[in-house]
């Protein structure tokens, strides 16, 4: 069946991936601050392989959704949207909008409801998290157009046809891992920026799909390719190393570091995907390069499987739990309306149970899978009741759950 195909090469790269997320979720522990008792939260690690499992298994969510195409055609494909940032609270946002949508389409199908504990959740977001930050496959002829558009084959040559100024680029992509391919490019930067800006009168820029296009195609004539879209997976502590060795200099993480680049840090809206953090890589690279030159700051120079452990490092800073306000918080709870069940200080009301009395502090995991949950009753009660269903953006999340985890302040 063309769905258990589907499923098997969709392991196939889970697998790898997996490494990278276990490399990811760092287990935190965090301390709600509490005056009295100090309520602990432990934060849950999620394992993609094992969400993988739950989505297409046990849990039915395969039944009417796809990833990548394999899967039900009923709901939208969850693989290949762009994460927002936080990339937990956006996970969380389009669950929860989407709630009213899915749960009636569950009842209309006599499915049963899918119950999620938190490690379930976990597992699951884990899982899609890698299935949303995947690149869309290469097209070699695609590729094909853009060396020659770009100027690339004015000195390059790919499988012999081409330009022979340059190195012929098929060897460099040759190995099981593309990030060989980014390293290739930003190293040589440096001593390309002059002969191409004088040869083709500009920097090109790459944009879309293209650079995983011509990846694809470089790929298409190299002499063994059959391992072809394996990433070596990296390692978010070794990456944090390799940043304060090679781009700390000008960049800065949450404040720390130097300010001649744009900071890098979570709130930075930055393509993670290999063929698309090469892309801005690349399109950066003579302004990168030349600003190395004023300020008397080495060009930064990657080898090894330093460029796949700096991904994974800016990855995981874009999947740490997100932070927020209380105060910002409370605002929120009463803007987008949960106030109007919960309570202003989500005390309770005859309508909804009071949300700051558990014994344990909220995390987003735990936040989620509570909303999952309840979400079917919620719903029921906004329709009986005529309440518009809040709408909640990615950003929310993170002070709803501060607001919730606060000690209620006296009024
Ligand atoms: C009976 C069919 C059905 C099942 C089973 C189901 N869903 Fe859905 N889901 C939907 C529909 C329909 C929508 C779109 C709702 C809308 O847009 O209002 C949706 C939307 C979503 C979205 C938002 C998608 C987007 O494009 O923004 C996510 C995420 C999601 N579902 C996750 C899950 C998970 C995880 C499971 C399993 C635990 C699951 N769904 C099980 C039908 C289903
Ligand atoms: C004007 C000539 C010229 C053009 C046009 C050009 N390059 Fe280059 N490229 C070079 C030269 C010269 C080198 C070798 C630089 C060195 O040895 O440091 C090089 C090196 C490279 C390398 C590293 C090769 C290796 O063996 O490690 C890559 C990758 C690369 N170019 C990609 C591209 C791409 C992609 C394009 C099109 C967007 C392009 N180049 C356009 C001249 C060019
Ligand atoms: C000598 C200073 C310098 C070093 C070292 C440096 N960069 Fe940069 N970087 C810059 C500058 C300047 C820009 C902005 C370029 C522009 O505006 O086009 C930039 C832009 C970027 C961007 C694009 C950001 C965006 O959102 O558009 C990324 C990604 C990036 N650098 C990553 C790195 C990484 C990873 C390293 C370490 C391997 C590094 N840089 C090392 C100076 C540097
Ligand atoms: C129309 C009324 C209504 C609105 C609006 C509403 N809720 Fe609820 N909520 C409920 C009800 C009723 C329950 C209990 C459902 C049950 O018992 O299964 C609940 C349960 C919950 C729970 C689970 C509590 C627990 O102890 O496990 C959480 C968390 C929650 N709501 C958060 C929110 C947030 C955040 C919002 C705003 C984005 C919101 N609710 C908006 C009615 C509402």
């Known amino acids: 069946m063309t769905m258990r195909n589907g499923r098997k090469q969709l392991l196939i790269w889970i697998i790898p991936a997996a490494l990278i997320a276990v490399a990811l979720m760092v287990g935190l522990f965090i301390q709600a601050r509490r005056p009295t008792a100090a309520r602990r939260a432990l934060y849950i690690i999620g394992e993609p392989e094992k969400g993988a499992a739950l989505f297409f298994g046990d849990k039915q969510c395969g039944i009417c959704h796809s990833i990548n195409g394999s899967g039900g055609r009923v709901a939208p494909d969850l693989s290949g949207k762009r994460p927002g940032t936080p990339a937990m609270g956006w996970l969380v946002t389009v669950l929860w909008n989407h709630g009213p949508g899915m749960w009636r389409q569950i009842r209309r199908k006599n499915e049963p409801y899918p119950q999620l504990n938190s490690q379930e959740m976990a597992d699951i977001f884990a899982f899609l998290y890698q299935a949303s930050s995947i690149d869309r496959a290469g097209n070699p002829s695609a590729g094909q157009r853009v060396f020659n558009e770009k100027g690339c084959v004015r000195c390059h ?3 012999g046809t081409g330009g022979q100024a340059a190195p012929e680029l098929s060897k460099i992509a040759a190995g099981p891992d593309s990030n060989a391919w980014t390293r290739a490019m930003l190293n040589h930067a440096g001593s390309m920026i002059a002969p191409i800006t004088s040869t083709l009168g500009q920097w090109p820029q790459f944009t879309g799909n293209e650079m995983n296009d011509l990846i694809a195609y470089v790929r298409l004539t190299a002499p063994q390719p059959a391992t072809s879209a394996r990433e070596i997976p990296g390692n978010a502590e070794r990456g944090w190393g390799v940043f304060q060795r090679r781009c700390i200099q000008c960049h800065s993480v949450r404040g720390q570091g130097g300010s001649v680049g744009p900071e ?127 709408t909640l953006k990615a950003t929310d999340i993170g002070d709803l759950v501060s607001f919730l985890n606060a000690p209620a302040r006296p009024k």
């Open 157 to 159: 040559s790919v499988g």
């Open 264 to 390: 890098l840090g979570p709130e930075r809206d930055l393509p993670l995907t290999t063929g698309q953090f090469a892309s801005v890589l690349w399109n950066h690279a003579p302004a990168m390069l030349s600003q190395a030159r004023e300020n008397g700051i080495p060009p930064p120079v990657l080898q090894g499987n330093e460029m796949a452990d700096l991904r994974t490092f800016l990855a995981s800073l874009r999947y740490f739990e997100p932070t927020g306000s209380p105060l910002v918080g409370e605002r929120v709870f009463s803007e987008r309306g949960c106030a109007a069940c919960h309570g202003h200080m989500a005390e309770g009301t005859q309508i909804g149970p009071g949300l700051r009395s558990g014994a344990e502090a909220f995390t987003t995991i735990s936040f989620t899978a509570a909303l999952w949950r309840h979400g079917p009753r919620m719903i029921d009660r906004a329709e009986q009741l005529g309440i518009p269903w809040p």
